[in-house]
């Protein structure tokens, strides 16, 4: 079937490449793109590696406008899927038929607080939109007390850019921080960094809030109760799946592609709504460039099916916080200590590869000057890929 009607769902950056790489394999049909949000699509990570940190009005979120001249509805949600009919119903009524569907609805912030989201003057915020990154700007400019519940990447770059603006911070997290995401090695970097800049971490299982006349507090499953003026919660995100019930498409409540991206021939998923063959099994890896790169391969795996490359994923990650920035290519969370490690320039920065159980390596640099390609080079190859070319013999 040809296609000349494509839809997709959700204007976030897996959206956005997903048209970007249509238009690149040569659809020139009517593409529509259906958003939640008001706005155009913009840079999640720096919401909280630049906005705490910057003087900006957060300029460094912003990315170049759109050029696939799609038909954007913006401020609309996607509230069903009927896949026999071809059809993406919205809220409020009208439907978008489709020969071809891309599903790039992302996902969203996961709370304490049960029941309706409450708005920007609750003590629970999160961080995952612009309004949620105005909102805790405003809040944190005051210097409040803040607890910021949970210890991975978004919750220690939170916690990080409140003490850089004066906060009194105390991160609670029921492991070390950052070992889920990066292992013990790299964490404890990254904890004894946040530890000198004054950073109080607690432990003590899982976090409940207790809601009260005098305010909203923390309470952990060991019995420690915590207060704050501002709670911040970072305990991971959801799939926003919730318009696909009924639509076939889930497996065991999620939505799992191929190798392609797809779900039936005529309709792909990329991105943090879902789940992907890797080399270590079928995962959900919420990460910018993940998105970006299984966008690029849905888009030309739904315009050439079978004829389509395959997803080769690698990942990349990046983080700063407490006076550090790393930047990892490989699989996550690495064990033990490194199996190669270069110092750089000072005490803080250093280039290390992990050889990993299955073979594959895992690079990381921590403050060190390396070109992504060349990471990625120490990745696969290991240290011998640092060393320059031997010169060809004559």
Same mark, same amino acid.
């Given at each position: ?8 769902? %959700? ?34 990570? #720096? ?14 979120? *912003? ?15 996607? @509230? ?8 993406? $119903? ?6 978008? /038929? ?10 969203? !912030?996961?709370? =304490? ?29 005051? $210097?409040? @007390? ?25 991160? &609670?997290?029921?492991?070390? /921080?950052?070992? $889920? ?6 964490? *404890? ?14 432990? %003590? ?23 704050? *003026? ?25 939505? $799992? ?5 797809? =779900? ?12 992907? /063959?890797? =080399? ?10 993940? !998105? ?12 050439? %099916?079978?004829? #389509? ?32 490690? *270069? ?28 070109? &992504? ?9 290991? /240290? ?11």
């Amino acid at each position: 079937m040809t296609m000349r009607r494509i839809v997709v769902v %959700g204007n976030g950056i897996a959206g956005l490449t997903a048209c970007d790489s249509l238009r690149s394999a040569g659809f020139d049909g009517e593409l529509t793109v259906v958003g939640a949000e008001h706005h155009h699509p913009y840079s999640r990570p #720096a919401l909280s590696k630049a906005l705490l940190h910057g003087d900006d009005g957060l300029q460094a979120h *912003e990315l170049p406008e759109p050029t696939h001249e799609a038909t954007e509805l913006l401020g609309v949600s996607a @509230s069903g899927l009927d896949i026999d009919a071809r059809v993406v $119903r919205l809220d409020g009524g009208g439907e978008l /038929p489709y020969d071809g569907l891309v599903i790039a609805s992302g996902s969203r !912030a996961k709370r =304490l607080a049960t029941g309706p989201r409450h708005d920007g003057s609750a003590r629970e915020l999160t961080l995952r939109t612009i309004e949620d990154a105005i909102t805790l700007k405003q809040r944190v400019a005051s $210097r409040p @007390s803040v607890l910021v519940v949970g210890g991975g990447p978004l919750g220690m770059e939170v916690a990080s850019g409140c003490l850089h603006l004066g906060c009194e911070v105390t991160l &609670i997290s029921d492991v070390k /921080p950052l070992s $889920r995401q990066l292992g013990d090695h790299l964490s *404890e970097k990254f904890t004894s960094a946040a530890a000198r800049r004054g950073l109080r971490v607690v432990g %003590g299982g899982k976090a409940r809030l207790i809601d009260s006349d005098a305010g909203t507090r923390v309470a952990l499953a060991d019995g420690t109760e915590l207060e704050a *003026e501002l709670i911040v919660t970072a305990i991971g995100d959801e799939p926003n799946i919730d318009w696909l019930s009924g639509s076939k498409l889930l497996v065991d409540g999620s939505l $799992r592609v191929d190798t392609r991206g797809r =779900l039936r021939p005529e309709i792909v998923a990329a991105g943090d709504v879902a789940f992907f /063959p890797t =080399l270590r099994g079928v995962e959900r890896v919420p990460l910018w460039t993940s !998105a970006i790169e299984q966008a690029k391969v849905a888009a030309v795996g739904l315009l050439k %099916g079978d004829a #389509a490359p395959e997803f080769n994923f690698q990942p990349y990650f990046w983080t700063e916080g407490f006076g550090l920035s790393l930047k990892s290519v490989g699989f996550t969370p690495v064990v033990g200590a490194p199996d190669y490690c *270069e110092p750089g320039e000072d005490r803080e920065s250093m280039l290390l590869r992990w050889e990993n159980k299955d073979g594959s390596g895992t690079a990381a640099a921590i403050n060190y000057r390396i070109p &992504i390609p060349k990471l990625r080079r120490l990745a696969d190859a290991g /240290p011998a890929a640092l060393r320059p070319a031997a010169p060809a013999r004559v």
